[in-house]
Nanobody, 122 residues
């Protein structure tokens, strides 16, 4: 069992930056690939980024590539999402998830956090 808690969301102006964190409980964090997803009002949850168990492989959805960076610190049981050059369309609730394979498909993740709100607005 893995429990995930996101933090770092908030209100930021267009062009600004935020860093999301997702802290995991348990001693087996390194056994899981991690992903970030987001859900905007009235829209389906969508894939944002994912990272392998060791952190040596990452993947991104096209709309955030070059602006967002996913990373992890297995010693701290934490995965991060650095978000730069934020746009209003990045506004959403952001969720982290843990699964056995790095994937862009939500159904392949076994554990989910409660989400953190990111609002990009002037």
């Amino acid at each position: 069992q893995v429990q995930l808690v996101e933090s770092g969301g908030g209100l930021v102006q267009p062009g600004g930056s935020l860093r999301l964190s997702c802290a995991a409980s348990g001693r087996t964090f390194g056994n899981y690939a991690m992903g970030w997803f987001r859900q905007a009002p009235g829209k389906e949850r969508e894939f944002v980024a994912a990272i392998s168990r060791s952190g040596d492989s990452t993947s991104y959805t096209a709309s955030v590539k070059g602006r967002f960076t996913i990373s992890r610190d297995n010693a701290k049981n934490t995965v991060y999402l650095q978000m730069n050059s934020l746009k209003p369309e990045d506004t959403a609730v952001y969720y982290c998830a843990a699964g056995y394979e790095r994937s862009r498909f939500s159904w392949q993740y076994n554990y989910w956090g409660q989400g953190t709100q990111v609002t990009v607005s002037s």
